[in-house]
């Protein structure tokens, strides 16, 4: 969904779209918007003619809390054209974090949900007037912190409970894992992470971030040095080279 006055975009994955879990979907972005903002309503929902949108149960729904429904014209996707656009740069990025983080296709929803936090937190022109501020600030009237904000696909070491060890004394007391972003859209303060040993997808609070390497990547192009980042003018001209972790690789392998 997108905010056509602060540009915010609110994202929901889900494996076959219906007009049951649409409804669903709304609900829920509805009811988070009243929960922040109690005393703003939305008005207008603009939408194509999709069979999701148009089932009787989301037009009561609609109808039920006084929103107006507007629809496009068949084959006029440019009468809708911000959100239009929003859905495609969503996808790009998140066929970009994949590729560049060499990560298997089934993490595709994690990466679009990744790809819209980052877009609501980077400053746009929309909002030229106050500062190029980023949608996350113009609608909460705050900046966001991006404090923990990290790489997509770049390891997390997350800490080994004692009830998930065969072997406490001797096993390492970090699990390598992939970064996948935030629970924020579940409603959590935890990071998503992706396990590299068991394949299973974990949330958690205790861990530790090593943004220069990709442990999915091919073996010679795991670590990444701040010269691909891009230059900074405090940064040295020839940056320091990282000490290689043998033992880590032949983990990962």
């Given at each position: 969904?997108?905010?056509?006055?602060?540009?915010?975009?609110?994202?929901?994955?889900?494996?076959?779209?219906?007009?049951?879990?649409?409804?669903?979907?709304?609900?829920?972005?509805?009811?988070?918007?009243?929960?922040?903002?109690?005393?703003?309503?939305?008005?207008?929902?603009?939408?194509?003619?999709?069979?999701?949108?148009?089932?009787?149960?989301?037009?009561?729904?609609?109808?039920?809390?006084?929103?107006?429904?507007?629809?496009?014209?068949?084959?006029?996707?440019?009468?809708?054209?911000?959100?239009?656009?929003?859905?495609?740069?969503?996808?790009?990025?998140?066929?970009?974090?994949?590729?560049?983080?060499?990560?298997?296709?089934?993490?595709?929803?994690?990466?679009?949900?990744?790809?819209?936090?980052?877009?609501?937190?980077?400053?746009?022109r929309t909002h030229a007037s106050k500062g190029f501020i980023s949608p996350f600030e113009a609608l909460?009237?705050?900046?966001?912190?991006?404090?923990?904000?990290?790489?997509?696909?770049?390891?997390?070491?997350?800490?080994?409970?004692?009830?998930?060890?065969?072997?406490?004394?001797?096993?390492?007391?970090?699990?390598?894992?992939?970064?996948?972003?935030?629970?924020?859209?579940?409603?959590?303060?935890?990071?998503?992470?992706?396990?590299?040993?068991?394949?299973?997808?974990?949330?958690?609070?205790?861990?530790?971030?090593?943004?220069?390497?990709?442990?999915?990547?091919?073996?010679?192009?795991?670590?990444?040095?701040?010269?691909?980042?891009?230059?900074?003018?405090?940064?040295?001209?020839?940056?320091?080279?990282?000490?290689?972790?043998?033992?880590?690789?032949?983990?990962?392998?």
């Open positions: 969904f997108y905010c056509d006055c602060t540009g915010y975009r609110k994202t929901f994955c889900h494996v076959h779209r219906t007009a049951a879990s649409l409804l669903t979907m709304f609900q829920k972005f509805v009811a988070a918007m009243k929960a922040h903002f109690p005393n703003a309503a939305i008005r207008r929902f603009r939408s194509d003619n999709g069979g999701e949108y148009i089932s009787q149960a989301f037009e009561d729904y609609l109808l039920k809390h006084q929103i107006f429904h507007e629809y496009s014209n068949p084959h006029e996707p440019f009468q809708n054209g911000r959100a239009e656009r929003s859905i495609g740069l969503i996808g790009q990025m998140a066929r970009s974090f994949l590729l560049t983080a060499c990560l298997p296709p089934h993490l595709w929803n994690y990466a679009v949900l990744h790809a819209t936090e980052v877009l609501n937190r980077v400053p746009t909460y009237s705050r900046p966001p912190d991006l404090r923990n904000f990290w790489i997509f696909g770049c390891l997390v070491y997350v800490y080994r409970h004692k009830k998930h060890s065969d072997d406490w004394k001797q096993d390492p007391r970090g699990i390598p894992c992939v970064f996948l972003g935030h629970g924020e859209t579940d409603g959590s303060k935890a990071v998503i992470v992706y396990n590299l040993q068991s394949h299973a997808i974990h949330y958690t609070t205790q861990y530790q971030i090593d943004e220069t390497f990709f442990p999915c990547r091919p073996k010679t192009d795991r670590r990444i040095t701040s010269c691909e980042f891009g230059s900074y003018p405090d940064s040295p001209s020839d940056p320091p080279q990282p000490v290689p972790s043998p033992a880590l690789d032949a983990r990962l392998e």
